[in-house]
């Protein structure tokens, strides 16, 4: 059974613990764009198929369900779930993702497969929710959020690799002259 709590129409909700705060709240919209990571995170699940990459984005996901956790506690001094050992794993698994890629030269456009369009995307909402951790000064979500965008960052690159589709490079000549004739012509 669903359990509606009728009291969103007033422009208010709860935090974990019963306090009452407004929708519209730094802390609501911060966990708001955890979620809608989560929600990106997992639909790119569906379109991976290397085992391995979705095994990395399963621990995401985890990792997201903690980061929101964490962010809708009503007392911001909490003491952080998230170990010291889970921020060094996540950073072990940047360092051995980006070991399997070439060096990146420019600018990647997102696109490519739709699994790497999909992490692009998560990309983006990784560093916004990023951005709004720190806002709220949160520093051992904005630590574990970091690296989680970081993360992503990579994976994209890696998904197209895999399934042989084309990285879209940035295209800085041709938008310098774009720009050139846009602004500059007489």
Known sequence: MIKQ?????SGSTKLSGGEATTK?????DAYGDVDELNSFVGMARSRVEDKNIDAVLREIQNDLFVI????AKAKPNEKSTLSKERVEW????????DTQLPDLT?????????AA??????RS?????????VMLKRNEIVASGYRLGNKIYFLPTLTDAQTKDTTRPYPQKGL????????FVR
């Open 176 to 183: 310098i002259d774009m720009v050139r004739r846009t602004l």
């Open 5 to 9: 709590t009728w009291t969103g129409d």
């Open 106 to 114: 420019k600018f990647i456009l997102p696109g490519g497969s739709p």
């Open 68 to 71: 929101g956790a964490e962010l």
């Open 117 to 122: 369009a999909l992490l692009h995307i998560s």
């Open 125 to 133: 909402v990784a560093r916004r929710a990023e951005r709004k951790c």
């Open 24 to 28: 519209d709240s730094l802390r609501v």
């Open 90 to 97: 996540i950073e072990s698994i940047v360092k051995k993702v």
